[in-house]
């Protein structure tokens, strides 16, 4: 069977086909260019969360750090305060070893004056004459000369009968 068709339809026909060619690359154009689209969307969403997870990791680390620095700053505080603690000790022992003794000036043995300190002695010795230079400290346990050989003398005496 064979069918006749008139040419402006033929013509109309052909339009078509070349129509319907550039409808499907158009198509497909837009198909393609959807794809592109949500697996840049995909990529983006990947991203996000991704840059969430650090976002949160780091403000993990961020707390923890600012929990070592307080803890860091309260430790500072308390070596400060037992510094001060000790220093404040270590004042009140050395008045006390201050306390413990007072030192007799003799002169040609005999007592002369008691003061607080060895330098106070020999302060007071050398505004009754005795020469600034001279003043010698004997080891401990040495023998003492004798009185009647010495013009001046400091010694540390126990309070409290120890």
């Known amino acids: 069977m064979f069918r006749i ?8 026909l052909h339009a078509d086909r070349v129509e319907l060619a550039a409808v499907r690359a158009e198509l497909e154009a837009t198909r393609a260019a959807r794809q592109a689209a949500e697996g840049r969307e995909a990529d983006a969403a990947i991203r996000e969360e991704d840059t969430a997870i650090d976002l949160e990791k780091t403000r993990v ?7 070592e620095l307080e803890t860091l700053r309260a430790q500072h505080l308390l070596d400060t305060e037992d ?5 404040a000790l270590l004042r009140t022992a050395r008045k006390q070893a201050a306390r ?13 004056s008691l003061h607080a300190t060895t330098e106070a002695a020999e302060e007071a010795a050398e505004a009754e004459g005795a020469p600034r ?17 010495v013009a001046w003398r400091v ?3 126990p309070l409290g009968g120890v």
């Open 100 to 112: 413990n003794h007072v030192y007799a000036l003799f002169r040609h043995g005999q007592l002369h």
């Open 155 to 157: 010694q540390p005496l």
């Open 133 to 149: 230079e001279g003043w010698t400290t004997l080891k401990p346990g040495a023998a003492l000369p004798p009185a009647a050989e």
């Open 61 to 67: 680390e961020l707390a923890a750090v600012r929990a």
């Open 83 to 87: 510094r001060a603690t000790l220093r």
């Open 5 to 12: 068709i008139r040419t402006t339809t033929l013509a109309a």
